[in-house]
């Protein structure tokens, strides 16, 4: 149904105890301040293994590379495109794309990585557009057509089932299988499926298989959560039928904390009020999540008297809508 992504990743991810080196080289550059000699020395370490790296140690790097932005640019051009592909190892495409347009030799905005990068951010009509502009010069590449066929599938998809949703500073995309690095690197920590209730994923070919079962359901919308600065930090899901919802929200423990999570799910409410007829919203939340009962209080929620039936009844349950009678409220839950 959806066009598989050309990297794979959930399997791939590095555990724990392959990172000490990465370790190590970030608290070298966060001594010095990350100053562009340290980086000449400390990067080609870092470079010669790609993608070793803790996924809790990703979010200390991001931040790092950001803040020594000008001093990446001054790097010489080999270790530029270098610190590049290692960019791309760690689905950080903000700032794959940012240093990939302030590279001293003038970048080809119509190469295949480029076009890519600006995909997995959801840039579709910019992407679509150098896609174009890449057919006529190479009209007989594979791997352009391949890129074009891609867009267009997405695009008829997106069109067809779920369009984005955004604000200045998020954007709620369908969820597809060029997603699935991008999903890896914030759904490692296992209080995520613990706390949704959703599955623990072993492998790439398991997440594939599970994405395409939850749009078969035909009435379920999910969504990629893109902050502009940051790409990928979570994920949103509305389960819509005879305008009552049914959502949950996850957000990466790197970006926890910071309202992303409650502006995503405002944003996913408010479409599905405005433009697919949602009357009610319910959730559910297990009694000792804290963090998630204040986080629906804050939307608007309402914790309801009744709780399911054993064995869930660790399990609270919300409802965002006109006021109505428990009775009506439980009568909706069993349909």
């Known amino acids: 149904m959806l066009a598989h992504a050309r990297h794979a990743s959930i399997e791939s991810l590095p555990t724990p105890d392959r990172a000490l080196s990465m370790a190590s080289a970030l608290r070298m550059l966060d001594a010095a301040g990350w100053r562009r000699d340290v980086l000449e020395r400390v990067l080609p370490q870092v470079l010669a ?54 590279s001293d030799a003038r970048p080809d905005d119509a190469d295949l990585d480029t076009i890519d990068a600006l995909f997995r951010m959801s840039h579709q009509h910019e992407a679509e557009t150098r896609c174009r502009r890449r057919l006529f010069t190479h009209p007989r590449d594979p791997a352009t057509a391949g890129m074009h066929a891609q867009l267009q599938a997405w695009r008829g998809f997106v069109d067809a089932r779920a369009p984005p949703i955004e604000d200045e500073t998020l954007r709620l995309e369908p969820l597809g299988h060029h997603h699935c690095a991008d ?14 209730c959703l599955p623990v994923v072993g492998d790439d070919a398991a997440w594939h298989r599970w994405l395409d079962e939850c749009w078969g359901y035909g009435d379920q919308r999910l969504y990629a959560v893109l902050h502009r600065d940051w790409g990928f930090v979570g994920s949103v899901s509305l389960t819509l039928h005879e305008g009552l919802g049914f959502f949950y929200y996850w957000i990466g423990r790197d970006f926890q904390g910071q309202g992303l999570g409650p502006a995503a799910v405002r944003l996913l409410l408010a479409d599905a009020f405005d433009r697919h007829g949602m009357r009610a919203c319910y959730a559910k939340v297990f009694e000792h999540n804290a963090p998630s009962r204040r986080a629906l209080a804050r939307l608007g929620f309402e914790a309801l008297d009744f709780c399911p039936a054993p064995p869930h009844d660790d399990e609270l349950l919300y409802r965002l809508g006109p006021p109505q009678g428990r009775w009506e409220s439980a009568e909706a839950l069993q349909g």
């Open 49 to 102: 293994a790609p993608g070793v790296i803790d996924p809790r140690e990703r979010a200390p790097w991001m931040c790092g590379l950001r803040g020594a932005f000008e001093e990446l640019t001054r790097l010489d051009e080999a270790m530029r495109e270098d610190l590049l592909d290692l960019l791309r190892s760690w689905c950080d495409w903000p700032l794959w794309l940012a240093l990939r347009d302030a």
């Open 183 to 196: 999903f890896a690197w914030q759904y490692w920590d296992p209080d995520i499926a613990r706390l949704c």
